[in-house]
């Protein structure tokens, strides 16, 4: 997987494909999801925990009760690149 | 359980007794674990999620790879009360 940083308007085209997923501080890719409950949202940490090991990239998780917040950024290029959108895409999978 | 607010002093008290807590921004109860690894990390914030079920108290968690950061409080008494420290106990026990 490629750790070439993204120039904007790859991320800006990326991100018209990926499902709730914005920019934030022109570097993290972020989503929020809302689940049903906090077990529900425990269920899903744990799906994407699975997600992040297989794929050796991990987001920072966030859960405020029900709401589990993550964010992607590739540390060591400095910013965002393919394999944060191939995160972002496995992530709106589950 | 009660919902009283507690006294800076009565806070300051527990403080000493539990492991590796403090207080953020004069309300949030505060603690940083690291585990050995993401993995521990994940398995970490279940045993959490149980014991907050439990309590029916549920904690901000927040997971950065192998670091799991908790934090208490009582949103309906704007402030800590004895059901934070209950919880921070139980979560030293984990």
Do not use: C
């Amino acid at each position: 997987m490629s750790k070439r940083l993204l120039k904007q308007w790859e991320i800006d085209e990326e991100l018209r494909t990926l499902e709730g997923w914005k920019q934030e501080d022109g570097a993290w890719l972020v989503k929020e999801r809302k689940l049903d409950s906090f077990r529900e949202a425990i269920a899903f940490v744990n799906k994407v925990a699975d997600v992040a090991e297989e794929l050796n990239h991990h987001p920072s998780i966030v859960i405020d009760y029900r709401k589990v917040t993550l964010r992607l950024v590739t540390h060591d290029a400095g910013g965002l690149t393919e394999l944060d959108m191939q995160s972002a895409r496995a992530y709106d999978k589950l």
